[in-house]
Structure formats: C-alpha cells, structure tokens
C-alpha cells in the first residue's frame, strides 16, 4: 500500500485536466457500499483561487449522477478553516450537513472541526438546493 489508495470497485481515482495540464487529483470513495459516494480533491497549489475547484465538482457531480443511477447524494468534506472549499461547495450547488466538532486531525497533535457538504440528485437535475432546518428540536 505505497500510494496509501487502491483504485478498485470501490475507490477510483481520476487526473483532474484542463488543456492536457494536470490541475490536481479527485477520487471517488464509497462507490459499492451505498447510494452516497464521497469524493477527495486536491488541486495543486498554483491552481487554486482561479475557480478550477467549482468546475471540478460540477463535471464530478454530472459523471457521478449520470453514470451511477443508484446514487442519491453526492458527499464531500473538508476542515472549518479551508474557507476556500468551503466557498467552493457552496459555489457548486452543495448544502451544509454537518459539522463535526474536533473531529479532523491536524499534524500538531490537535483537531479541528470537520465540515460535510452534499448535494441531492434532484437537485443537481433541477438547479435548486433543498435545505431543511438546522434547529428543529426545542427544548
């Protein structure tokens, strides 16, 4: 396990081109398990802040929902403190659905929170966001 990945049934991994130069990498993960896949991207550093990371999740979404009939939500996530593809999500048709306190691990020993964005496939079809209400129980 030297790359740390196995491309298989389950984990596939693509080259993230634009104009044959290579942006960054993006894997599916989660392909077999359910009707949920979650996605990673990583775009290389000089390709950041140009809008590549709002194209890259539209063409992921649209192979995901149009290649995989099963699939119902699209999944992604990132730390609290990467504004930047938090924006993105958000920029793509994705919607908030958790944040997971100290649940992300950082090089120092800490942890910070981890943020989950999706995107439902009616709503990829019909251009909308379906939200729901955070704070639905009173106490």
Not at 22 to 36: C, F, I, K, V
Not at 40 to 65: I, N, T
């Amino acid at each position: 396990m030297e790359n740390e990945h196995f491309w298989n049934e389950d984990t596939q991994g693509y080259w993230v081109l634009r104009d044959e130069q290579r942006l960054g990498l993006a894997a599916l993960e989660d392909l077999e398990e359910d009707d949920s896949p979650l996605f990673d991207l990583r775009l290389d550093e000089s390709q950041r802040g140009k809008g590549a990371g709002v194209e890259v999740l539209r063409a992921l979404c649209d192979m995901v929902f149009k290649t995989m009939p099963n699939t119902l939500r699209f999944e992604g996530q990132t730390r609290e403190d990467n504004i930047a593809m938090r924006k993105t999500f958000l920029r793509a048709g994705f919607l908030k659905e958790a944040h997971s306190r100290l649940g992300w691990p950082t090089n120092d020993g800490g942890h910070v929170a981890f943020i989950a964005y999706s995107i439902l496939r009616q709503d990829w079809e019909n251009g909308t966001v379906t939200t729901f209400e955070w704070e639905d129980l009173k106490i």
